[in-house]
């Protein structure tokens, strides 16, 4: 009797993720990461990082919010609103706390030096956020998302007990976080299915701008 084998298409995402493997790899084993699982970051390079990082939430939140408006189906945009509402609380509440304890001041917080791949997101998630085109709005959301579950994903490995460290692992980490990514990872694959090459390659164009700006981001902490 035969065997019939099923090979299952490969995604889009899949595709993406294979083409930026080196800078995606670089990423989630930079120095940056393996120090803070370790709870073993400089303070001064954390406060880098975080200065910089929250820069980006006001673009961020909006970012998310054109996904909800251009989203093409009512149960996708409630997803998306609701995690919205999280990176508005929590996420949004973290930063203030941290800034808080390692001492930034206020300048710093509100009208900092941005670096260069800060201004590079800032004006990619822009560019996505006013195309108002949906595969482009998910294109850098998934990045964004789906890198930092990747790096702050370890087996067999626990958080550093330092708190700031730890706390900023597992806002990045958990089933709740994996189930968003994975539906961002469905709503890409679903979506752009459908594109005409053009807009395909304008979405990868995107996404591999993103994931060197993560890269690159990383590097900037400690510069």
Do not use: K
Not at 53 to 75: C, I, K, R, S, W
Not at 86 to 114: K, S, W, Y
Not at 135 to 150: F, G, I, N, Q, T
Not at 175 to 196: C, H, M, N, Q, Y
């Amino acid at each position: 009797m035969a065997v019939v084998t099923t090979v299952r298409p490969v995604t889009f995402s899949a595709q993406l993720r294979e083409l930026t493997a080196p800078t995606w790899d670089a990423a989630v084993g930079h120095r940056f990461v393996d120090e803070i699982w370790r709870g073993e970051i400089d303070g001064d390079v954390l406060a880098n990082y975080l200065v910089q990082d929250n820069q980006f939430v006001d673009a961020f939140l909006a970012l998310m919010g054109a996904a909800v408006a251009t989203a093409d189906h009512a149960e996708a945009r409630v997803v998306h609103a609701r995690q919205l509402g999280i990176v508005a609380g929590p996420e949004n509440d973290f930063f203030a706390r941290a800034l808080d304890t390692l001492d930034v001041p206020l300048a710093d917080r509100t009208h900092p030096e941005l670096r260069e791949p800060t201004v590079g997101f800032i004006a990619l998630m822009d560019s996505a956020r006013t195309s108002a085109d949906y595969p482009s709005c998910l294109a850098v959301l998934l990045v964004a998302e789906w890198l930092y579950l990747d790096w702050a994903t370890r087996a067999d490995t626990e958080p550093p007990d330092e708190p700031l460290q730890q706390e900023w692992i597992q806002l990045h980490s958990g089933p709740a976080f994996t189930a968003w990514v994975d539906f961002l990872r469905d709503e890409f694959d679903r979506v752009s299915g459908g594109l005409d090459t053009g807009h395909r390659q304008r979405v990868q164009e995107l996404f591999v701008r993103a994931v060197d700006l993560e890269l690159a981001f990383f590097d900037a902490a400690y510069a």
